[in-house]
C-alpha cells in the first residue's frame, strides 16, 4: 500500500466530517482518486474508512460509547500484554546476562 493513498484516505475522511458529508467508499475513492476496489481490498485504508465511518454514526449514541471503550479496553489489554513481555524479557536478561567477549 503507498503511504500516499494512507495520507489522502485520512485527508479526505477528515474533510468529509468538516462539510458534514456522509463517508462512503465511493466519496472516499472519488475525492481521493483511489478506486473504490482499492479501498475495499486494501485492509489498512478499509480500516480508515471504517473507522471514520463508525465515529461518524455512532459518536453520540450510548450503543457507540460502549463500542469505543471495548475498543480502548481491548487496547489497553494488549498493551498490558506486551509491556508484561517486555517486563520477564528484562528479568530473564538481568539474570542471565549474555557472556561478554
Known amino acids: 500500500m503507498n503511504e500516499n493513498a494512507l495520507v489522502r484516505v485520512e485527508r479526505v475522511c477528515a474533510e468529509l466530517v468538516t462539510t458534514g458529508q ?34 461518524q454514526t455512532d459518536a453520540r449514541t450510548l450503543t457507540g460509547l460502549a463500542t469505543e471503550v471495548a475498543h480502548l479496553r481491548t487496547v ?3 498493551l498490558a500484554a506486551t509491556v508484561t513481555k517486555h517486563e520477564e524479557q528484562l528479568r530473564r536478561l538481568r539474570r542471565n546476562p549474555p557472556a561478554r567477549r
Do not use: C, M, S
Not at 478506486?35 to 480508515?48: E, H, I, N, P, S
Open 22 to 55: 456522509p463517508i462512503t467508499f465511493t466519496a472516499v475513492a472519488e475525492h481521493a482518486n483511489i478506486g473504490r476496489a482499492t479501498l475495499y481490498r486494501d485492509k489498512q485504508l478499509r480500516a480508515v474508512v471504517d473507522e471514520h465511518r463508525t465515529r
Open 76 to 78: 489497553v489489554e494488549a
